[in-house]
């Protein structure tokens, strides 16, 4: 690749600002990069450094309240910044594609997969409807997505979010533009998911000269497959360069902080084990569950599935989305009913619990979601949030429920006087504490974590897991993990059980499992995991 070159794209002093009622606030401060064909620059940086409202802008989809204050983008020398959007239509998807953040609120609920996809083919192209179809199933199945016939004529609330997220892969894919802006597009899949994404962006960079912004938290992902970095914060680049000079010599202070955060590092500290010999808090045997996939099509989502959990340990769930790991979950918290097989909590069947029963059992095992920015309600104070399972389980007076809920807000390291905010006011790390003080409120026996650190950056991540570790250590609290991240697995988990299509693959120790797998897919995840060593000599 010709430094001297023509870029693709040159970003020249771009400047960004948001409206809150009457007053406009700059978010993005004369920001200037280029982009060659066949290169991938990484934009890495925090939630809120200004990262994805400046992939927004480069393909003219700012938000309402957004607007640009000043300089330039410019697309082979053309400034587009001031095109109408019907001229920027005509770019989207055949000269420049976006990989959205959020595959929930980025495709259409009432039409199908297949339809979404065979849009941007039906746009640019003169195929009939059924090539396009045949294209959109060949499309599916390139980004890793199951069952890729079947999934055409369903609808996204039929799909989970990793699922989705593949959805949106292929149709920025479908037409090999010259730019694709990967706006965090691995974020929610697991590592071999994700891997092949990323082996298929370096395909299509490779033979098709297409070039790559990618916009991501992960600097382990960055560093393993950009060309350039560039690091945001703020709303301002801190530092820029090639990747082996801003991973190797980082100039910045924040920069180095991302690399520590992101680096691996053992488990921290010893869980309490006094409960290693007792019997399992928690026993799975042998649990079957299948669905409905269209009108007569049965999917085996569970098949004879065992694991114990022992107490004041972490047990990690890992496998690809559509494992089973989510659905094992709601199973164990009697959100789903299994077709087969029997859980037990303190020697007691809990499978068939019904009214009272199930509902007493949901306050020793309290299940914290995947996405802090969806599992709280807007229109509550925090205070509310976090109060609503005392006023749902124990009669106590008003004062009695401050106390304990100042009480788990202080252990979750949130200051006080954020309990009169909304969710809305408040990052995706301050969120996740929320949410985790709402389930300790009921001092729990378990915590079920369904992806509790994927939807945040790897400073808040490196922070919520620290917590946790805490947590566990003061109170003997259980963990079930739940996760598509090895490299998380390796820091907070005791013991793993390894998920495939419904079936336990491998599980023991995760000290032994990491050292010495024994099958070739748990081999496979691991060898995926995005990883570099953390180049900077600590200083006392």
Known sequence: MSESAEPLLAVKNLSLSYRSGQAWRQVVHNVSFT??????????????????????????????NGRRDGGSILLNGSDIADWSQKRLDALRGARISLVPQDPGNS?????????????????????????????VVVLLTRVGLSHPEQRVDQYPHQLSGGMKQRVLIAIALALQPDIII??????????????????????????SGTAVLFVTHDLALAAGRADRIIVFRHGEIQEAGATAQ????????????????????????????S???????????????????????????????????????????????????????????????????????????????????????????????QNPFASLDPRQTLYEIIEEPLRNF?????????????????????????????????????RQRVALARALILAPSVLVLDEATSALDVTVQAQILSLLQQLQQELGLTY?????????VRQIADSVTVLRAGEVVEQGDVATLFAAPQQPYTRELIAAIPEFSLPIQETA
């Open 35 to 64: 982009l060659r064909a066949g290169e991938m620059v990484a934009l890495v940086g925090e939630s809120g450094s200004g990262k994805t409202t400046v992939a927004q802008a480069i393909i003219g989809l700012l938000a309402e």
């Open 107 to 135: 495709l259409n609920p009432v039409k199908t997969i297949g339809a979404q996809v065979g849009e941007v083919l039906r746009l640019h192209t003169r195929l009939n409807s059924q090539t396009r179809r045949e294209r």
């Open 182 to 207: 990967a706006d965090e597009p691995t974020s929610a899949l697991d590592v071999t998911v994700q891997k092949r994404i990323l082996d298929q962006l370096d395909t299509l960079r490779r033979e």
């Open 246 to 273: 801003v991973i190797g010599v980082p100039q910045h202070a924040y920069t180095r902080q991302l690399l520590q955060d992101a680096a691996p590092r053992p488990r921290r500290g010893e869980a309490l084990r």
């Open 275 to 369: 409960g290693r010999d007792d019997p399992p808090i928690i026993q799975v045997r042998d649990i079957s569950k299948q669905f409905t996939l269209g009108k007569r099509a049965r999917f085996q989502a569970l098949n004879g599935v065992s694991f114990d959990l022992r107490r004041a340990t972490t047990h990690a769930l890992v496998g690809e989305s559509g494992s089973g790991k989510t659905t094992l979950a709601r199973i164990l918290v009697g959100f789903e009913q299994a077709d087969s097989g029997s859980v037990t909590f303190n020697g007691q069947h809990i499978s068939g619990l019904r009214g009272e029963a199930q509902r007493q059992l949901r306050r020793r095992i309290q299940f914290v979601y």
């Open 394 to 430: 124990e009669r106590i007076n008003a004062a009695e429920r401050r106390s304990r809920v100042e009480a788990v807000t202080r252990r979750v390291a949130l200051p006080l006087d954020i309990l009169a905010r909304s969710a809305r006011e408040l990052s995706g790390g301050q």
């Open 480 to 488: 079930l993990f739940i996760t598509h991240d090895l490299a998380t």
